[in-house]
């Protein structure tokens, strides 16, 4: 069976977890990765026999609209697919919905959903280190139920929750910008989803194209780039009080 990996991972931690799943379920998987500003992905076409993992990360309980975008260029043919939302301990509310359609609308047939967590992507501490060993394993597990499934040929759409219409997108205004550490290596440009740095000169960011989502925090060989100190601590005070308790994944079959 061979197994498209779709993932829109800008830090990271939804890739993690997306592996853990994807490892379970096939041995032969194609990376798809959908923060590659240069790819033309309407070039992506799957068949029915082909199965396509797809994840996403959770911005405000939506899914990310540069992400949204990217599946919709995708070809699915009536490919089977799987899910996966990942999140930073907080919630997913209607992320998971809005998946299912833009994947539904791509052409792909859903036939399960996973919500696991990860580090968050602007306030570290919480869930830090996440997806676990125990993520891992829970992961594996859900892999084997999906894997299961397919192996049945059981087709039937999974109860995904989710709101629709779904809840309004909140921008976070967190926009990283550079400190006096930055060497303009452009390693920061080249690795922006939605080219929000200037190629030329990467200490210049376009404020209305970012997106908050931190790549460039995470690839910074100089960790030369933050957000704002002031804000950053009142969104980990905010975060603190509702992401305390450990979440688990869900599996939706």
Do not use: W
């Not at 490892?23 to 500003?37: F, H, N, R």
């Not at 200490?203 to 030369?224: G, L, T, W, Y």
């Not at 992401?243 to 599996?251: A, I, N, Q, V, W």
Request: hydrophobic fraction near 35%; proline fraction near 5%.
């Amino acid at each position: 069976m061979k197994l498209y990996e779709i993932s829109f991972s800008p830090t990271g931690g939804t890739k993690k977890a997306a592996d853990f799943l994807a490892k379970g379920l096939s041995e032969e998987i194609v990376p798809v990765d959908l923060t590659d500003s240069q790819m033309d992905f309407s070039t992506v076409s799957l068949n029915s026999e082909d199965v396509a993992l797809i994840a996403v990360p959770s911005y405000g309980g939506r899914v990310p609209e540069t992400a949204v975008k990217r599946i919709s260029g995708l070809k699915g043919n009536g490919a089977k697919a799987v899910l996966v939302c990942v999140y930073g301990n907080r919630a997913y509310e209607d992320t998971l919905a809005e998946l299912e359609d833009t994947a539904k609308e791509a052409g792909f047939q859903v036939i399960a959903a996973v919500s696991a967590v990860a580090e968050h992507s602007i306030v570290r501490q919480i869930a830090a280190g996440r997806p676990d060993s125990q993520d891992e394993a829970q992961l594996a597990e859900f892999a084997g139920k999906i894997r299961a499934k397919l192996e049945k040929g059981d087709a039937k759409e999974p109860d995904i929750p989710g709101n629709r219409p779904y809840k309004k997108r909140g921008g976070s205004g967190m926009v990283p910008k550079p400190d006096k550490d930055c060497t303009s290596c452009g390693l920061c440009a080249r690795k922006c989803p939605v080219q929000a740095i200037d190629l030329n000169n990467p200490k210049k960011v376009d404020e209305h194209a970012c997106i908050s989502c931190m790549r460039c925090i995470s690839v910074c060989p100089q960790h030369a780039r933050k957000v704002n100190g002031v804000m950053l601590a009142a969104v980990h005070a905010m975060l603190s009080k509702v992401c305390s308790g450990r979440k688990e994944g869900e599996l939706f079959l």
